[in-house]
């Protein structure tokens, strides 16, 4: 069973935007605004998605 909510962090590169690509074509869906912050050395992102089925309606 796949976890209804994921908050996905990284750093700001190739491997951040991968992990999100692979969640949406799991099936999840972007839910709200990325956030973005600085600790002093690297970008770090973070997005919220969920998953829903036929079922979560």
């Known amino acids: 069973m796949k976890q209804r909510y994921r908050f996905i962090t990284g750093k700001d590169d190739d491997q951040f935007c991968l992990r999100i690509s692979k969640a ?6 972007l ?8 600790n002093g050395t690297d970008v770090i992102c973070g997005q919220a998605v969920v998953w829903q089925n036929e079922n979560d309606k």
């Open 24 to 29: 949406l074509e799991d099936g999840y869906k």
């Open 31 to 38: 839910y709200g605004s990325p956030s973005l912050t600085f």
